[in-house]
């Protein structure tokens, strides 16, 4: 059997058997683009959000620094916006990993087993969990409550920077939320939202390591190439 | 000639001077300067509506405001000229006397007198934290402004509650449209109402008849419909990155920009920055503070501490700034997946050392075997 699959291998005339055989495409290719905009939008606002918060850095050496600080903001924030937009398409119309159909159904008996299996699993109480090509069930919870986050802090964002102009169709749109919380307050949950996500990227980076590692289901790279190890068997 | 002119003239008030201040008035209401005959045409007027001035639950910062200047303008002659038929602070009659002209304006003028508000209404315990004569303000501001062509709530307090529904509110402060939010309300907040603003609105009121333009929180937007941010004259210093860290230190002195010491202008829709105060003399942020957002509903609570930018959180012990409980998140965070990740490693420690003992084995033994294949 190993001679047979030496010989194909160095024979080119015969077709070889081709690695992605033994893998599984999981996540397209909008996936993994809209994940990694994500990343750098994250990245990227979370830095000069911060500026804008607490000016710490001097002025000398960068004349109208808030002007360009500001303005870096706006534009990563419209691009987040766009980005989680376009993944909300994807989810509503994407392949089945990436959408809706994936939803763990809690009226469906095995997807709560699924979903309890993971749960003990992360709180040292169980060892095994079922195999999964998608997201697990508690990741999914996450997800939900960080795509949460995503919506309101897109909002609040827009609202805040329509205020520099309430005659605009912006301010119509968005200013509704100071009418329900006060401006003040509206800023404190949009710097807050960055701290939360930030707790969130050090649970995403362990759980995907530890998953890694456990499942031995290409947790990592399969952001990066969209495959995922065969283990269906 | 109407009475007007000749109150003009007793104070030397060319026309000319006059009619300049009509068309700064329609600048300040932004319409059209082919206006400014109307708006003079509004104010000589002999039968205008009278104005009913009431006041609770304040300090008479917004009268203060009212009666502010030096020397009569032709601002304060027109409020003076508008029969202001009852306002306790400025009128001549007290009890019966005033209270029977508060009532004879009533029934004159039902449905068209102006009704001025100043001060929040408590409308806690039933009302008895402010009666005149003896009724509540809560019944006085029904009767009064539920009768009223307009209401026009002057000063933070009317407006919102202002600082008598600052926490814990013992009196149940509201505002004047929290009690009648059937009826028209003009909210001019501030803290005080910047006196300009009165004159633009009822000049307004008095040449078109309907209340000017406003925004979601009832403010007119020609006085409320920019930012103080958006209008500093210490903007470029802000979009520079130039701020005053310190009272009294270098930025401090050169006039730079107040957000790091809390200036709420970022947060807070009003007129200063173009209008300015006493006169067109000075505001806050010139003067070297930064603004506290008075104009802002949930002033006073949600635009303190004056000095910071974020608001606290109370409940955690002491109050607790957006920055601590956001390094808490993250360091609890933190906490808990190291935790967890070091939790996993102990558990599996045995089966880890084994597995790597016999990674290291079966790398030897390749290596021994292509040695000995090299042999």
């Not at chain 1, 909300?88 to 997807?111: C, Q, T």
């Not at chain 2, 006059?18 to 003079?40: D, N, R």
């Not at chain 2, 509506?49 to 002659?77: H, K, Y």
């Not at chain 2, 304006?105 to 102006?114: A, N």
């Amino acid at each position: 059997m190993a001679e047979s699959t030496n010989a194909t291998l160095t024979t080119p005339e015969q077709p070889a058997e081709c690695a992605a055989r033994r893998f599984l495409y999981i996540w397209e290719g909008p996936v993994r683009i809209i994940h990694w905009v994500n990343f750098f939008c994250i990245i990227v606002l979370s830095v000069t959000g911060y500026f804008i918060h607490d000016p710490f850095m001097s002025a000398a050496q960068h004349p109208y620094i808030m002007g360009h600080m500001r303005h870096i903001h706006y534009v990563a924030g419209v691009l987040f916006a766009v980005s989680i937009l376009a993944r909300l398409y994807w989810f509503l119309g994407g392949s089945y990993y990436a959408s809706w159909r994936a939803i763990p159904n809690p009226f469906n008996r095995k997807d709560r087993e699924t979903f309890w299996a993971y749960f003990r699993f992360y709180i040292f109480l169980g060892q095994k969990t079922p195999h999964l090509l998608g997201h697990n069930p508690v990741a999914f919870c996450a997800y939900t409550l960080l795509f949460l986050l995503f919506f309101l802090q897109i909002l609040t964002g827009f609202a805040l920077w329509a205020q520099a102009d309430p005659g605009s169709t912006l301010y119509a749109v968005t200013g509704w939320v100071f009418g329900l919380v006060s401006n003040q307050w509206v800023r404190w949950f949009h710097f807050m939202v960055m701290f939360l996500v930030a707790g969130f990227v050090i649970n995403h980076l362990y759980s995907v390591v530890l998953f890694d590692f456990k499942t031995k289901s290409g947790e990592i790279s399969s952001i990066f190439s969209g495959w995922k190890p065969d283990h269906r068997d | 000639m109407s009475d007007f002119r000749e109150l003009l003239d007793s104070h030397n008030i060319t026309r000319r001077s006059f009619l300049k201040y009509c068309s700064s008035l329609g600048a300040l209401l932004a319409v059209p300067a082919a206006m400014t005959p109307k708006i003079a045409a509004a104010i000589e007027n002999d039968n205008r509506p009278p104005v009913i001035w009431m006041e609770f639950q304040s300090c008479t910062g917004d009268t203060e405001s009212l009666l502010r200047a030096n020397r009569p303008s032709v601002g304060e002659l027109i409020l003076d000229h508008i029969s202001l038929d009852y306002h306790e602070t400025v009128m001549a009659a007290a009890g019966e006397q005033a209270e029977a002209s508060k009532h004879a304006t009533m029934e004159k003028y039902k449905g068209q007198y102006i009704c001025i508000v100043e001060g929040s209404i408590p409308a806690g315990a039933d009302g008895v934290y402010c009666t005149i004569a003896g009724q509540t303000a809560v019944d006085i501001l029904r009767k009064v402004g539920g009768n009223a062509g307009v209401i026009i709530a002057v000063g933070s307090c009317s407006s919102y509650g202002g600082l008598p529904a600052a926490y814990p509110n013992p009196t149940g402060a509201v505002g004047v449209s929290d009690l009648l939010p059937n009826k028209t309300v003009i909210n001019l907040p501030g803290c005080p109402m910047n006196v300009d603003n009165l004159t633009g609105t009822i000049v307004h009121y008095l040449t078109f008849g309907t209340p000017p333009a406003m925004d979601r929180f009832g403010r007119p937007k020609f006085a409320y419909g920019k930012r103080i941010h958006d209008n500093c004259e210490r903007r470029g210093h802000f979009d520079a990155g130039q701020y005053v860290e310190n009272w009294g230190d270098y930025g401090h002195r050169q006039g730079w920009c107040l957000y790091k010491m809390g200036c709420k202008g970022p947060e807070s829709f009003h007129n200063c920055p173009t209008l300015r105060w006493n006169e067109g003399l000075s505001w806050p942020v010139m003067a070297g503070h930064g603004c506290v957002g008075c104009s802002e509903p949930g002033f006073f609570d949600t635009m303190m501490p004056m000095y910071q930018r974020l608001p606290n959180v109370p409940g955690f012990g002491v109050e607790a700034s957006a920055l601590k409980i956001g390094a808490a998140i993250v360091g609890t965070s933190a906490a808990i997946f190291g935790a967890h990740g070091a939790v996993t490693l102990a558990r599996n420690w045995k089966q880890v050392r084994e597995a790597k003992e016999e990674t290291r084995e079966e790398i030897q033994q390749t290596i021994d075997a292509d040695s000995d294949a090299d042999k």
